[in-house]
C-alpha cells in the first residue's frame, strides 16, 4: 500500500528551523558589513567565501583551499547562536549566497567528504520558499525562509534529503504569495580533515 503524506505533516528529522533571530536592525549592519567586501561573479548568483574555498566545478574543496580565519563578525554571530543554545558545533567555513528576484539554487546535498554533519543558515533580506527533498521517495517539504531565520541541518536532513530553492520572483505558501526581493544567506560548515 502507498502512504501519500500531505506536505504540511511530513516532517524531516534532524532539521531545525529557529524564527526570526537576527533583528532587523542587526540584518541591515550584517548586510553593510558584506556589501563591503568583494562579491566573486563565477556562478549565475554572487558568492562570498570565508575560511576555506570550496570549488563548485570540481564539487569540492580545492587542494590549496584555506583562506583564513571566519571574519570576526561571523564568530560573534555564531557565538551569540551557540550560548543561545542554537547550535553546539564549530564551524570554519561560511559561504554567502546572493539571490535576486529569480534565482534560485538547484537540488544538492552539501559535499559529503568536504564538510561535517551540521550545516548551520541564516536568512537575510528576502523571504523565500527553500524546499526539502527526500531522495529515497522524492517527498517534498517547504520550508519558508523569512528574513533572520535560523535554519540547522543534520543527520537525515542532511544526508537523506536534498534542499534547493526555485529560481522564480514569488513563492506562494499557505494562500499567500511572497514577493522575493534581494535574499542574502550565510551557511556555515566544518571542513572535514581528509
Ligand atoms: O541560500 C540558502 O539558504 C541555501 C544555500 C545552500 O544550500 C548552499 O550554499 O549549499
Ligand atoms: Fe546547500
Not at 18 to 30: H, K, N
Not at 179 to 185: N, Q
Request: with cysteine; aromatic share 10%.
Amino acid at each position: 500500500m502507498l502512504f501519500e503524506f500531505p506536505t504540511e505533516e511530513l516532517t524531516v528529522p534532524g532539521l531545525r528551523h529557529f524564527r526570526r533571530r537576527v533583528t532587523p536592525e542587526m540584518q541591515t549592519e550584517l548586510l553593510e558589513t558584506i556589501d563591503r567586501s568583494p562579491w566573486q561573479n563565477e556562478l549565475r548568483r554572487r558568492v562570498q567565501q570565508y575560511g576555506y574555498r570550496y570549488d563548485y566545478r570540481r564539487k569540492g574543496l580545492d587542494v590549496e583551499a584555506r583562506i583564513g580565519p571566519l571574519p570576526d563578525w561571523s564568530l560573534e554571530l555564531l557565538d551569540r547562536f551557540r550560548r543561545e543554545g542554537l547550535t553546539d558545533s564549530t564551524f570554519n567555513q561560511l559561504i554567502i549566497n546572493e539571490y535576486t528576484p529569480g534565482q534560485g539554487i538547484s537540488f544538492h546535498v552539501d559535499c559529503r567528504p568536504c564538510f561535517d554533519d551540521t550545516i548551520f543558515s541564516i536568512s537575510l533580506g528576502s523571504p523565500c520558499i527553500l524546499t526539502m527533498r527526500q531522495v529515497s521517495s522524492n517527498a517534498t517539504k517547504d520550508i519558508l525562509l523569512e528574513p533572520g531565520d535560523v535554519l540547522s541541518m543534520s543527520g537525515e536532513a542532511r544526508y537523506d534529503w536534498q534542499h534547493g530553492i526555485a529560481a522564480r520572483k514569488t513563492d506562494r505558501t499557505q494562500g499567500r504569495v511572497i514577493k522575493r526581493g534581494r535574499r542574502v544567506s550565510l551557511t556555515f560548515r566544518r571542513v572535514l580533515d581528509n
